[in-house]
Structures are given as structure tokens and as C-alpha cells.
């Protein structure tokens, strides 16, 4: 079985390489980092340096809850699904790290085929007008500024307090009934890529429609494939391990040396976030402890 890794990375090249290097066998790798780091040659030259590296791309300037995040996301997909024949295709970030041995990582989805792994929860479009769709029915500029920033986020809710003020609200979506949100990393097998660029040519409107919504990677890949039950299996397990306890100043939390024992015990492949240089000691314990187990 083959697998193509597709790695969505805006920073410490150094993490990702040890990312990268852990998929020695059966796996394909691809990286785009974020056209605003500057990749220096040394990384370029490590990177390319492990066999599995198919491609490294800087195509994107990729903004945090922007549009922008989806569209590098659907880019990797199309180069990896269109240059090989990967019966599963995993999207990963440079923050993540595994937690099982690569043999452990090879069994499960030897074992798994076809079922497909993400995040699917359902919201029901009949709910339009609860608060929680506000991301959907109000404009997010965040491809225009860092919402991260205190600037940014004024900006961002200056321009929603004006649209409430105005009463401007975007109409429902028209294609589903139900749209699934969760996070955007999964586990998916090829005829659910197939599926996902096939309706993305055949279906721009709700792609376009997501322009200028919160967070839109979390909804699109989600929402297509979750409402068709009947072709694709769904695991509603992304597989990796997250801690949404705002623990060392993020949420979801950066993890550190004192959640090896949770992560060990979890059924994830994977953790987020590592953050370096926070996340030091746990990767060097999970590359003795878990790794070459």
C-alpha cells in the first residue's frame, strides 16, 4: 500500500525535516511552505536529500483562518493525487509529529482500507440564524491582515461590528442541507480525493462561496465528503492527538515533555502541536519510546 504525506509548513524547517524523514517507506511526501518564510538552501538541501521527498512548493501566501489555507490544501492534493497512484493520502502539518512506529503506521491503514478518517460534525443548515454560523453569514477578511495580531484582530472585528450594524448577512448555503465542521487534518483513501477535486471543478460555487469565512478548511473537504454516506466509509477520527486546554500560552495546547504518558496512551498516530523549542525533549522521547517500538 502507498501513502502520499502532504505537509502544510510556515516555519522551523529543522521539525519538519524530522517529519519528513520518519516516512522512509512505501510514502511519498509533499511540503508547501508559506511563500512568506524564507527557505534557506541549507533546508532545501535536506530536504531533498530524503528519497521520499517528491516536492517541496512555496506557492501560497497562506494566512491563519484565511481562505488561503484551503486553497494550498486543495493545491498539494491535486499534485499529489495527479503524479502517483497512493491508496492513501494524509494531510499533516509541520507542527505535527507520530506516535507510532512507521510499521504500526503501515498495518493500520493495510487494515483500514476503505474507511477514511476526519472530523464530522454535523451542522444543521436549518440552525442558520444560531450564533455559531456567524462564520459563515458575516465577511472575514483574514487573507487581508495576521488576525494574530492585536491589529489584525481589530481590524477583523471593526469590519464585523459594521456589517452587524448594517444588517448585512450572507444567505444560507444552497447545496447541502448539513455542513460538517472539524479540523482540517484527516486520513482519506484516493477515491475520496478523487471524489473532493472532481466536485471542486464540476462545483466552484461552494468553493467560492467559503471565501471570506472563518476557517474554511475546516468545512470544505469535511462537508463534500460527510454528506455522501453511501460511497465513502467515515471514521469520525482524525487520528491525531490535540489538546484543547490552552496549555503554553496556544489553544489547541503546544505540547511538551509532560504529555508524553497522554499521548503514548492515546489511539492517535500523530500529535499537534509541537512547537519548537517547547517541544524538544517530548520528540526526542517519542523517537526513542514510541518510534522504535
Not at 491563519?64 to 502517483?84: P, V
Request: with cysteine; net charge negative; charged share 25%.
Amino acid at each position: 500500500m502507498k501513502h502520499a504525506i502532504l505537509i502544510l509548513a510556515h516555519k522551523d524547517w529543522e521539525q519538519t525535516a524530522r517529519l519528513v524523514r520518519y516516512f522512509s517507506k512505501n510514502c511519498k511526501v509533499y511540503l508547501h511552505f508559506d511563500n512568506k518564510f524564507p527557505l534557506p538552501g541549507e533546508a532545501l538541501r535536506v530536504l531533498w536529500s530524503f528519497s521520499q521527498t517528491q516536492g517541496i512548493y512555496q506557492e501560497k501566501n497562506v494566512h491563519w483562518g484565511g481562505f488561503s489555507l484551503l486553497e494550498t490544501e486543495l493545491y498539494l492534493l491535486s499534485r499529489a493525487y495527479a503524479d502517483n497512484e497512493a491508496d492513501y493520502f494524509h494531510l499533516l502539518s509541520g507542527q505535527d509529529y507520530p506516535i507510532v512506529s512507521l510499521a504500526r503506521f503501515l498495518h493500520f491503514f493495510e487494515s483500514s482500507l476503505p474507511a477514511n478518517y476526519l472530523d464530522c460534525k454535523p451542522w444543521q443548515l436549518s440552525e442558520w440564524k444560531d450564533e455559531r454560523f456567524d462564520w459563515y453569514r458575516y465577511f472575514f477578511p483574514y487573507d487581508e491582515v495576521d488576525a494574530r495580531t492585536a491589529i489584525g484582530n481589530t481590524y477583523i472585528q471593526e469590519r464585523l461590528r459594521v456589517q452587524i450594524n448594517n444588517g448585512e448577512q450572507r444567505p444560507p448555503f444552497t447545496m447541502f442541507d448539513t455542513i460538517f465542521k472539524g479540523s482540517q487534518w484527516f486520513s482519506v483513501t484516493r477515491d475520496a480525493v478523487r471524489y473532493v477535486l472532481e466536485f471542486s471543478s464540476r462545483y466552484p460555487d461552494f468553493l467560492l462561496r467559503l471565501k471570506d469565512t472563518f476557517a474554511p478548511e475546516e468545512t470544505y473537504i469535511n462537508t463534500i465528503l460527510c454528506n455522501r454516506p453511501d460511497l465513502f466509509r467515515i471514521e469520525s477520527h482524525n487520528l491525531r492527538f490535540i489538546l484543547w486546554t490552552g496549555e503554553n500560552g496556544n489553544n489547541p495546547s503546544h505540547l511538551s515533555l509532560k504529555h508524553f504518558a497522554d499521548l503514548a496512551a492515546s489511539d492517535a498516530l500523530f500529535a499537534r502541536k509541537m512547537v519548537y523549542p517547547l517541544c524538544t525533549e517530548l520528540i526526542d522521547k517519542i523517537d526513542h519510546q514510541l518510534l522504535e517500538s
